[in-house]
């Protein structure tokens, strides 16, 4: 019998979207053709997502952003635009590592992000996730003046199963110390990338071999409950209900991609991403009983009963 059920607690779902251009720049089929898709999916799931937008991205689609909120799922931000790696030369595609950029630099991207969305959405915005999740301590700590009050750029299986924290002012990917910690709750990512070495990318280290969606990832579907299965296990021993972070991208439930031959591996999984996410979702449901919360709600719940910092309850 699993912890959840003996404990009589029901574990956390979140789900979370980009909306943004595809691999290829100029593409934004995921976007036109594979949001209406997910949102529709999530109804019947009664699912509530967190949609990580561009700013740019979400301006040029009114429709497609009036439909996510009206649905009642919250959007957060991924940055402002997807042409930044033609201005600043960094990345193979879609935006830059925001950790490469200079001071003045980051906060003017992420704050000019920040108002746009919240002009479009006429919403205070308090979710973000990292494009490529590439993070640091700067950015974190700009990102927590700026008001935001949760972030999810940290990779679980990458650094070890992980529970929500509060990184600490010295070093992001630790928790509290002497140096103090930020407001803002990081929340790991349960699934997106797939892990065999340690590189450094520019001045800062990086885990990764290549980045893998949750579609590309049911192929190996066993793999991805194994995971699920490690989280539940680390939550027990820490006395928690088991939390599981999904990253999506927009592009991975859209059949017959354009740019397929440039990405093949990508446009591979999601030809049948839709199936497969499905079939991930009635598993999780069956064998975790999870609630499906945004990322904004998950953190109002979060310091209420369980941070070992601000929890009455701990």
């Given at each position: 019998?699993?912890?959840?059920?003996?404990?009589?607690?029901?574990?956390?779902?979140?789900?979370?979207?980009?909306?943004?251009?595809?691999?290829?720049?100029?593409?934004?089929?995921?976007?036109?053709?594979?949001?209406?898709?997910f949102?529709?999916?999530?109804?019947?799931?009664?699912?509530?997502?967190?949609?990580?937008?561009?700013?740019?991205?979400?301006?040029?689609?009114?429709?497609?952003?009036?439909?996510?909120?009206?649905?009642?799922?919250?959007?957060?931000?991924?940055?402002?635009?997807?042409?930044?790696?033609?201005?600043?030369?960094?990345?193979?595609?879609?935006?830059?590592?925001?950790?490469?950029?200079?001071?003045?630099?980051k906060?003017?991207?992420?704050k000019?992000?920040?108002?746009?969305?919240?002009?479009?959405?006429?919403?205070?915005?308090?979710?973000?996730?990292?494009?490529?999740?590439?993070?640091?301590?700067?950015?974190?700590?700009?990102?927590?003046?700026?008001?935001?009050?949760?972030?999810?750029?940290?990779?679980?299986p990458?650094?070890?199963?992980?529970?929500?924290?509060?990184?600490?002012?010295?070093?992001?990917?630790?928790?509290?110390?002497?140096?103090?910690?930020f407001?803002?709750?990081?929340?790991?990512?349960?699934?997106?990338?797939?892990?065999?070495?340690?590189?450094?990318?520019?001045?800062?280290?990086?885990?990764?071999?290549?980045l893998?969606?949750?579609?590309?990832?049911?192929?190996?579907?066993?793999?991805?409950?194994?995971?699920?299965?490690?989280?539940?296990?680390?939550?027990q021993?820490?006395?928690?209900?088991?939390?599981?972070?999904?990253?999506?991208?927009?592009?991975?439930?859209?059949?017959?991609?354009?740019w397929?031959?440039?990405?093949?591996?990508?446009?591979?999984?999601?030809?049948?991403?839709?199936?497969?996410?499905?079939?991930?979702?009635?598993?999780?449901?069956?064998?975790?009983?999870?609630?499906?919360?945004?990322?904004?709600?998950?953190?109002?719940?979060?310091?209420?009963?369980?941070?070992?910092?601000?929890?009455?309850?701990?």
């Open positions: 019998m699993h912890f959840d059920k003996v404990k009589g607690m029901k574990g956390f779902g979140l789900i979370t979207l980009t909306m943004r251009n595809d691999p290829i720049p100029s593409s934004f089929e995921g976007v036109e053709k594979g949001l209406p898709v949102l529709e999916l999530f109804r019947r799931y009664s699912i509530r997502t967190t949609v990580f937008a561009k700013a740019r991205t979400a301006q040029r689609y009114p429709e497609i952003l009036d439909e996510i909120i009206n649905r009642g799922n919250e959007v957060g931000c991924c940055g402002y635009r997807d042409d930044m790696l033609e201005i600043y030369g960094k990345g193979v595609f879609h935006s830059p590592d925001i950790p490469t950029l200079k001071p003045h630099a906060r003017s991207y992420l000019s992000a920040k108002s746009l969305l919240e002009r479009l959405i006429s919403h205070k915005v308090e979710s973000f996730s990292a494009p490529e999740l590439a993070m640091d301590t700067e950015t974190l700590s700009i990102l927590d003046r700026l008001g935001f009050s949760v972030d999810s750029s940290f990779c679980s990458t650094y070890g199963n992980r529970v929500p924290y509060h990184p600490s002012k010295r070093d992001w990917q630790s928790t509290f110390d002497r140096e103090g910690m407001n803002i709750l990081e929340v790991p990512i349960t699934a997106g990338f797939h892990v065999s070495k340690r590189e450094r990318v520019g001045f800062y280290d990086y885990t990764f071999e290549q893998h969606s949750v579609p590309f990832r049911l192929d190996k579907m066993d793999d991805l409950i194994k995971i699920c299965d490690q989280v539940q296990t680390c939550w021993d820490y006395g928690f209900p088991p939390i599981f972070v999904l990253l999506l991208h927009s592009w991975d439930v859209v059949k017959s991609l354009s397929k031959n440039k990405f093949p591996l990508w446009a591979k999984g999601a030809e049948h991403g839709e199936e497969k996410l499905e079939k991930l979702l009635t598993i999780i449901d069956e064998r975790y009983n999870v609630r499906y919360l945004t990322m904004s709600e998950f953190r109002r719940i979060w310091e209420t009963k369980y941070c070992p910092h601000h929890s009455c309850a701990r």
